[in-house]
């Protein structure tokens, strides 16, 4: 038997839909549109097209978006200077440095200038302690999209056992922090762990954020697993002609979907959920800056 596809375009309309809903109703029943500030310095082309669609996507939402281009030569000075004016502005809730940064800014300075409460990627130093301590955080976009596919498709995450591979601070740890707070016992692999395919067969949930094309092969996957492909990697694809590429995941989709009980696709799968719950935080972060009850 195949295993089921997790859907993340649909996953991720829904919860568009929801957010809509709440912007919604913080416009008419209390006067607040939550807005959105993305920062981008330089000209990296998959940058570009990320700030582009998170922009799309907060306006189609009924936000405000606020879109900051600076050049790659921006001093750090005016950078931070930046960060502060949007920190002070109300009409802004959420803000986000699209990384990477050029080289000569440093990413963890400018990350921690952001107020924590503003800051809707989870990048903050006080976020990860939160999150990192059980308290209530800004929660990073990529691992909270997989969790709530997880979530959707399994119910309780409890006592399963899960394996992360990939140990960056954008994807995998936060990942591990949350799968541990839905009480799963979780291995992170990396790229010095010994006997990788034997400790990935062990998972009831895999996730993998490694950045390898088609790492991870059919056979590290326990039959029934449920596979959460967080990988975005391009690759020559001679058959759709010269020069031309495809998008393929950690995951050799062909592969894994014979082993696996679930497995998101890429395209398709964790990338939709990740601007989705952007957008989802931007209005957490609103309703929090008015004193609101916060949409669940
Ligand atoms: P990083 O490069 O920061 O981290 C990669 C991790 O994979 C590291 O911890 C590294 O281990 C580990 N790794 C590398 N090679 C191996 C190996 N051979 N075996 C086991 N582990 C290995 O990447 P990110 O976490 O930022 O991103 C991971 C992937 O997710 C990328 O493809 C990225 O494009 C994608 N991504 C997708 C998003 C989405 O919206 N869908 C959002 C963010 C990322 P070590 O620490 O030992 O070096």
Redesign the pocket.
Known sequence: MTAHIIDGKAFAASVREKVAGHVARLKDGHGITPGLAVVLVGEDPASEVYVRNKGKQTVEVGMASFEHKLPAETSEADLLALIEQLNADPAVHGILVQLPLPGHLDSDLVINSIDPAKDVDGFHISNVGLLGTGQKSMVP??PL?CLMMLRDHLGSLSGLNAVV????????KPMAQLLLGDSCTVTI?????KD?EEVCRRADILV?????PE?VTGDWIKPGATVID????RVPAPEKGEGKTRLV??VEFASAVEVAGAITP?PG???P???ACLLANTVTAACRANGLPEPE
């Open positions: 976009c990529t999209g591979i990939g140990r960056s601070n954008i994807v995998g692999a990396h790229s010095r762990t990788i993998a954020a490694v950045g390898r790492m967080v990988g975005i990697n995941g950690d890429v799968g964790v990338g959920m990740t601007i």
